[in-house]
């Protein structure tokens, strides 16, 4: 079975909530929909106070090169437009929508029937997906239209589906492979021929052989499309680390996966891409797991976005007692939750409830120099090395020692036997030295 | 014997072949530097902190030395007397220099802005400003993980274990200005030191809406505009829910002080209130 080459390692999968059936949350009293996911600049607010809204309304216009449209959830009427906290912690402005009804656009087509057909021209789809606001929902919720748009010189070949799903706990992404497997190779066939490529592979691991075959059969109905099976390893969701496991290219430090003639979009963006271009359906939903050791009933839920947690939270049985951190994402790259208050963005892909016992770090000792954090860094990075040096300031060698080649998937700090902070300076290396080389290119410019 | 005389012979005749070639690389490759470098270098404090914005007190000397006026040229650790010597070796004028001072601009100690989560990670603000938002509330405000003292080579500056937030040393700092480049939260402020070291600023940073950050802190400023209002100096200016002193406007008469809801403004080192509030002039004047 195929798998990227260097590195990686195997966390404890805990994945409880694999095979349940999804379900809906009921819609909230309020919903705070941010008008800034995770990356790039906030949108503009296109509504303002007291409108009322409908479902599938565009209530933020992207502003900027890296930005996407936000859709209304919910229909309601507008009850402020204000700074609420994102997952950071830090305040960006949301819209705030007091529910009222459930009120959809007349032209989002709610049909249950599944359109095949697609007639529209490549940058007709491209188009639509910017309108509907699509972005990546693996959890780096780039703008997905950005990625569409080929650059001038470059041809994509092939694009890959990443069905992966590498960090431990969640099942989103598997349960939507069960449950719209049809929905989502139409989604890969809209974005094959917004591409202009005649090849797409589906990589997907080992420990969801049920998803595999639900999309091979499927995929036979459709030219091109192939599904392969990966043996299980983190952080195979990578995209960098997904195309080489799947094509066996690698891409050079430093450049985008189109450079050796791929485009990586996740499982539950294909089926956004679907629904926006055959439903007229904007991005307003998504999948998300909610689960935990201590959860009584772990589950996968459709959520509107900009539901507030505490409102999921009790949906699904309440926050288990012994509960000593909260985390929005996998348990590897995710984000532990300054607070309850917050609400889902379009990059939230689970609720995970991490027991006290387990959520402090432990006592760091000294490195030992065992090398395990160079043997599994899939990136074949030294961060032993990046720690020391990023402790010390030494911003010029970090830049040097490819610092911003890592991709932050913690299997370093992960597999340290001392418990060294190792990911923690690498990234503040990484914002560091990052700065400085956009520093060095305006002064040139 | 004669191994011993051929070793001296032969060391002793290479070394002094290696000294006739040296003294001929000198003279050929002799810098002319100007001698004063060494003499302003001399009465520099020799704290190499950087706070004059040169690479250490040599190079700081050297721009002395070529600089037509002293006028742009301050030493903030020695202050006018090391400038006054600088000029008198130079020959030169010294421009008067203000003295100033670092001040901490957040109050919220342990008891006034409440922790609503635990960080366990690396002590270091800068980690903790790229991660997320901090422990409390309040994103604008103090980390308390002390990277302003770690900075601080005049060991000025240190976090009180109490209220978990910075306290400037007015004896040892010398407003080298580290620990203001060091906040990742900018916080520190150099500001005038002030006629007895009194000097009155705005306690907070945090640019929330009042009604937001009062939930989260006790003593921040909600931007209220009271100061504002009763400030008869225009010394104070509002902006992003904010208020702040410009310290070479404000003549120290602690109205703002009075007014504040909050108690988000502080005085320091005054004398303690009679109390009848004192008229403005009797409270002395800055230059």
């Known amino acids: ?445 | 014997m004669n191994l011993i005389l051929a070793s001296v012979v032969s060391l002793g005749g290479i070394g002094a072949l290696s000294a006739v070639i040296l003294y001929f690389i000198a003279q050929k490759f002799h810098v002319e530097e100007d001698a004063r470098i060494d003499e302003v270098e001399a009465v520099l404090p020799a704290a190499n902190c950087g706070g004059c914005g040169f690479p250490g007190c040599r190079a700081f000397a050297a721009a002395c030395v070529t600089a037509d006026t002293l006028d742009n040229l301050s030493c903030p650790v020695g202050g006018t007397a090391t400038m006054e010597k600088v000029a008198d070796i130079l020959g030169k004028k010294a421009a008067a220099v203000v003295p100033t001072i670092a001040v901490v601009r957040c109050g919220g100690t342990c008891e006034m802005r409440e922790k609503t989560n635990s960080y366990d990670g690396v002590k270091s603000c800068t980690i903790v400003h790229n991660l997320y938002g901090g422990e409390t509330g309040c994103s604008w405000g103090c980390l308390g993980l002390g990277d302003c003292e770690v900075s601080c080579t005049f060991d000025a500056i240190h976090i009180n274990p109490e209220t978990m937030l910075p306290e400037v040393d007015e004896d040892k700092c010398t407003a080298c200005g580290a620990c203001v480049k060091a906040c990742p939260k900018n916080i520190i402020e150099l500001r005038r030191k002030g006629p007895k070291s009194r000097r009155i600023y705005v306690n907070c940073v945090n640019k929330d809406k009042g009604a937001v950050n009062k939930k989260v802190c006790k003593v921040a400023c909600i931007g209220c505009s009271k100061c504002f209002n009763v400030c008869p100096y225009e010394a104070i200016e509002m902006g992003n829910n904010l208020a702040y002193i410009d310290s070479e406007k404000c003549k120290l008469c602690r109205k703002c002080v009075e007014v504040c809801p909050t108690n988000a403004i502080v005085e320091l080192n005054f004398p303690p209130r009679k109390t009848k509030i004192e008229e403005p002039s009797t409270t002395g004047t800055e230059k």
Request: with cysteine; proline share 6%.
């Open chain 1, 1 to 445: 079975m195929k798998t990227f080459k260097m590195g990686g390692v195997h966390p404890p999968e805990n994945k409880f909530s694999a095979g349940k059936k999804t379900k809906i949350i009921s819609l909230p009293q309020q919903v705070i929909i941010p008008l800034r996911h995770y990356s790039g600049n906030p949108s503009v607010a296109e509504v303002s106070r007291g409108e009322i809204v409908k479902v599938g309304q565009l209530i933020g216009r992207a502003n900027g090169f890296i930005s996407a449209n936000v859709h209304s959830s919910v229909s309601g009427k507008v009850s402020k437009i204000d700074n609420a906290m994102d997952a950071f912690g830090y305040k960006f402005p949301a819209v705030f929508i007091d529910v009222i009804g459930d009120d959809w656009l007349d032209e989002v087509d709610l049909s249950p029937e599944v359109k095949r057909v697609c007639n529209l021209e490549p940058h007709e789809i491209i188009k639509k997906v910017a309108e509907a606001g699509i972005v990546g929902l693996g959890g780096a919720t780039f703008p997905t239209h950005v990625k569409l748009s080929i650059p001038q010189g470059k041809k994509a070949e092939v694009l890959i589906i990443n069905g992966a799903e590498c960090e431990p706990y969640l099942t989103c992404d598997h349960q939507l492979m069960l449950e719209k497997g049809e929905e989502i190779i139409i989604g890969i066939s809209i974005l094959m021929k917004a591409i202009r490529v005649k090849k797409a592979i589906i990589g997907i691991e080992s420990n969801k052989m049920d998803a595999v075959l639900n999309l091979e059969k499927w995929a036979k109905t459709m030219e091109g499309i192939e599904v392969v099976p990966l043996k299980v390893k983190y952080p195979q969701g990578s995209e960098k680390q997904l195309i080489q496991a799947l094509t066996g290219r690698e891409v050079p430090s430093g450049a985008l996966p189109i450079e050796v003639g791929a485009v990586v979009q996740n499982v539950a963006t294909t089926f956004a891409v679907y629904e926006a271009v055959q439903k007229n359906k904007p991005l307003i939903e998504r999948i998300i797991t909610v689960t935990g050791k201590s959860v009584p009933e772990p589950g996968n839920y459709w959520v509107r976005i900009g539901t507030p947690f505490t409102h999921i939270i009790e949906e699904t049985g309440g926050m288990p007692q012994d509960t000593g951190k909260v985390v929005a994402g996998g348990p590897m790259m995710g984000r532990a939750l300054p607070s309850l208050d917050l609400s889902v963005a379009k990059g939230t892909s689970s609720i995970l409830f991490i027991p006290s016992s387990e959520s402090k770090r432990g006592k760091v000792f000294n490195c030992i120099r065992c090398a395990k954090c160079v043997f599994h860094c899939p990136m074949g990075l030294e961060p032993y090395l990046l720690m020391n040096q990023g402790e010390k300031q030494m911003w010029e060698n970090m830049e040097e020692n490819r610092v911003m080649d890592c991709i932050e998937c913690g299997s370093c700090s992960f597999i340290c036997p001392s418990n060294r902070p190792l990911v923690d300076y690498i990234r503040y290396g990484k914002s560091t030295v990052g700065t400085m080389i956009r520093n060095r290119k305006t002064q040139k410019s």
